[in-house]
């Protein structure tokens, strides 16, 4: 089985641009959840997206968003770039079911650098 | 609210010495606990995970973790380092009915000395 995929797997942009990462569950998956990670603040949940609705959402202003595809693939956008936005952007996929017998199996992840 | 520590942002062993890894959690409920493996320049792997079906927990590459709710721990540690074990690690939960949100502790870096 082909595991996670994200693209791209590295961007450069702008201040004030915005930007659209894709991640590509592993088949059969229901469940993506997206996650920023940086050296500051380390990894930090995002949101996450079953059956292309959004299920959980984490601290993240409004400029953060994402979405679902009925194949399950799943797009979270940034818009007004900052600086510090700068970090890798990790998506892991699941079956979305209950935690007990489920595992998030993480991508490659997109760096962003913000210039 | 829910959150987990790692006590140590950097451990050095030397190859074929005890690895320990701390993880603490704080909750009155015993989440779910995870962790986590990164290597340079790639996604999370997950290592092993406690769901309350048994306190020892066995993972992939020799790992395993005791969930100690008296302590409110969930230490990893592997007997005899190898220098493939260089990574960084990464303790995380779960709430109950919170599928999906991992939590993260801020990660400890593993160095293995030859």
């Known amino acids: 089985k082909a595991g996670v995929t994200q693209t791209p797997r590295y961007l450069i942009k702008t201040r004030g641009q915005q930007v659209t990462l894709s991640c590509s569950p592993i088949?059969?998956?229901?469940?993506v959840s997206w996650y920023q990670q940086t050296p500051g603040q380390g990894l930090q949940f995002l949101f996450e997206?079953?059956?292309?609705?959004?299920?959980n959402k984490g601290n993240f202003p409004g400029r953060f968003s994402g979405r679902q595809f009925s194949n399950s693939r799943s797009e979270m956008n940034v818009s007004t770039l900052e600086l510090g936005d700068s970090a890798l952007y990790l998506c892991?996929?699941?079956?979305?079911?209950?935690?007990?017998?489920?595992?998030?199996?993480f991508g490659p992840g997109t760096r962003l650098t913000v210039l | 609210a829910q959150s987990v520590t790692q006590l140590g942002s950097h451990v050095s062993v030397s190859e074929g010495a005890l690895v320990l890894l701390r993880c603490n959690y704080s909750s009155s409920v015993p989440p779910y606990l995870f962790w986590y493996v990164q290597y340079p320049n790639q996604g999370l792997q997950l290592l092993l995970k406690y769901t309350s079906a048994a306190t020892l927990v066995k993972g992939i590459n020799g790992f395993e973790a005791e969930f100690k709710k008296s302590e409110t721990s969930f230490h990893l540690t592997k007997p005899s380092a190898h220098m493939s074990d260089a990574a960084e690690y990464f303790c995380?939960?779960?709430?109950?009915?919170?599928?999906?949100?991992?939590?993260f502790g801020q990660g400890t870096t593993l160095q293995v000395k030859p």
């Open positions: 995380a939960v779960i709430l109950s009915g919170n599928t999906g949100k991992l939590i």
């Open positions: 892991a996929s699941s079956l979305g079911g209950p935690v007990a017998t489920d595992t998030q199996y």
């Open positions: 088949s059969g998956h229901r469940s």
């Open positions: 997206y079953f059956s292309e609705t959004q299920r």
